[in-house]
């Protein structure tokens, strides 16, 4: 599962310049992560949307019907996902304090291996900007959410997701003690797990002085036990030239469930293996693990200690099996 925001996508005025690459870019992420799910924000164009998930053979998605420009969106597999409802979450919620993007939620029933399992998403684009009476509003909007979601959702499995623009261990407005989301970090019932991102120093907001992490997913209780740990990631998407330019100033961030077979044991230390082939010519594979999402420099040494080639640079990697070529 996926939240990203794609920075005023299809936008002819706003955003990266060229909307032809931007949705090149775009297709290239979706194909890079596979995900089963991905929960968008700032979709600006709809028609560049629709065309977006047309040209990918095993997508659908709609968008939110509300006034505002950038919008918030879902694209799914259709071989994974089956889309049971979706809409705009109005019941207890001001659209003032979402900034006229009120939750899009989506109701899936989600079939791995013959098992099926289903979840609600809520995907959002809180209101920006880092002073108190936008604190306010995204402390109001989070607050009317999570009333929603214990009176109306405590026995399902739920997912809460997208551009919180806000931290969750503090908050973009300084003159604050907590974040606005706090109120889910404190309850029992809640996980937020994209938290341990944000207190390893990721960001995924990339813009200059203001890399910050503030794209989250936070799941409920019901959903915990099928969430791999460690599986949290800010994308880097190094494969992408000048991707803040060219793309969006958001990397997505990405977290994966196991709804099938054995838990995943993750290791207890980083273990480096042997490579494969060897000897090799051309190209040989590097395997590693690591017990928790990190960032990773991969350097290769020649006998003589002289570093010939850099295969990650602060890279970020999932925790559990790795591997570089």
């Given at each position: 599962?996926?939240?990203?925001?794609?920075?005023?996508?299809?936008?002819?005025?706003?955003?990266?310049?060229?909307?032809?690459?931007?949705?090149?870019?775009?297709?290239?992420?979706?194909?890079?992560?596979?995900?089963?799910?991905?929960?968008?924000?700032?979709?600006?164009?709809?028609?560049?949307?629709?065309?977006?998930?047309?040209?990918?053979?095993?997508?659908?998605?709609?968008?939110?019907?509300?006034?505002?420009?950038?919008?918030?969106?879902?694209?799914?597999?259709?071989?994974?996902?089956?889309?049971?409802?979706?809409?705009?979450?109005?019941?207890?919620?001001?659209?003032?304090?979402?900034?006229?993007?009120?939750?899009?939620?989506?109701?899936?029933?989600?079939?791995?291996?013959?098992?099926?399992?289903?979840?609600?998403?809520?995907?959002?684009?809180?209101?920006?900007?880092?002073?108190?009476?936008?604190?306010n509003r995204r402390?109001?909007?989070?607050?009317?959410?999570?009333?929603?979601?214990?009176?109306?959702?405590?026995?399902?499995?739920?997912?809460?997701?997208?551009?919180?623009?806000?931290?969750?261990?503090?908050?973009?407005?300084t003159g604050a003690?907590?974040?606005?989301?706090?109120?889910?970090?404190?309850?029992?019932?809640?996980?937020?797990?994209?938290?341990?991102?944000?207190?390893?120093?990721?960001?995924?907001?990339?813009?200059?002085?203001?890399?910050?992490?503030?794209?989250?997913?936070?799941?409920?209780?019901?959903?915990?036990?099928?969430?791999?740990?460690?599986?949290?990631?800010?994308?880097?998407?190094?494969?992408?030239?000048?991707?803040?330019?060219?793309?969006?100033?958001?990397?997505?961030?990405?977290?994966?469930?196991?709804?099938?077979?054995?838990?995943?044991?993750?290791?207890?230390?980083?273990?480096?293996?042997?490579?494969?082939?060897?000897?090799?010519?051309?190209?040989?594979?590097?395997?590693?693990?690591?017990?928790?999402?990190?960032?990773?420099?991969i350097e290769v040494?020649?006998?003589?200690?002289?570093?010939?080639?850099?295969?990650?640079?602060?890279?970020?990697?999932?925790?559990?099996?790795?591997?570089?070529?």
């Open positions: 599962v996926v939240t990203w925001n794609v920075e005023w996508f299809g936008a002819e005025n706003n955003g990266p310049a060229d909307n032809d690459l931007q949705m090149n870019n775009v297709i290239r992420v979706i194909e890079e992560i596979d995900a089963d799910i991905y929960a968008f924000q700032e979709v600006s164009d709809q028609v560049a949307f629709y065309g977006l998930a047309d040209s990918l053979d095993q997508f659908r998605g709609f968008t939110a019907t509300f006034g505002q420009t950038q919008k918030t969106a879902f694209l799914f597999k259709t071989a994974v996902v089956d889309s049971l409802d979706s809409g705009l979450l109005f019941e207890g919620q001001d659209s003032f304090d979402w900034a006229g993007r009120l939750p899009l939620y989506f109701e899936v029933n989600a079939t791995v291996d013959g098992i099926t399992r289903r979840i609600l998403l809520y995907n959002v684009h809180a209101k920006a900007f880092g002073d108190q009476p936008s604190y402390l109001n909007a989070a607050r009317s959410l999570k009333d929603y979601l214990d009176q109306n959702n405590s026995s399902d499995r739920v997912i809460f997701l997208g551009d919180f623009n806000d931290q969750l261990t503090t908050s973009t407005y003690d907590e974040s606005p989301y706090s109120m889910y970090l404190e309850d029992d019932a809640y996980y937020a797990t994209t938290e341990i991102l944000e207190e390893n120093g990721f960001a995924s907001y990339l813009a200059g002085d203001f890399r910050s992490m503030i794209d989250h997913i936070v799941i409920n209780d019901n959903l915990t036990e099928y969430h791999i740990e460690g599986a949290q990631r800010v994308e880097n998407p190094v494969y992408i030239e000048n991707f803040i330019n060219t793309t969006s100033d958001h990397a997505p961030v990405w977290t994966r469930f196991q709804f099938t077979g054995e838990p995943v044991e993750l290791p207890t230390e980083i273990v480096v293996e042997p490579n494969y082939p060897n000897p090799f010519n051309p190209s040989t594979i590097i395997p590693f693990s690591l017990p928790e999402s990190s960032s990773v420099t040494y020649d006998v003589l200690g002289r570093k010939v080639a850099t295969l990650a640079d602060q890279q970020n990697f999932p925790a559990g099996e790795n591997e570089v070529e």
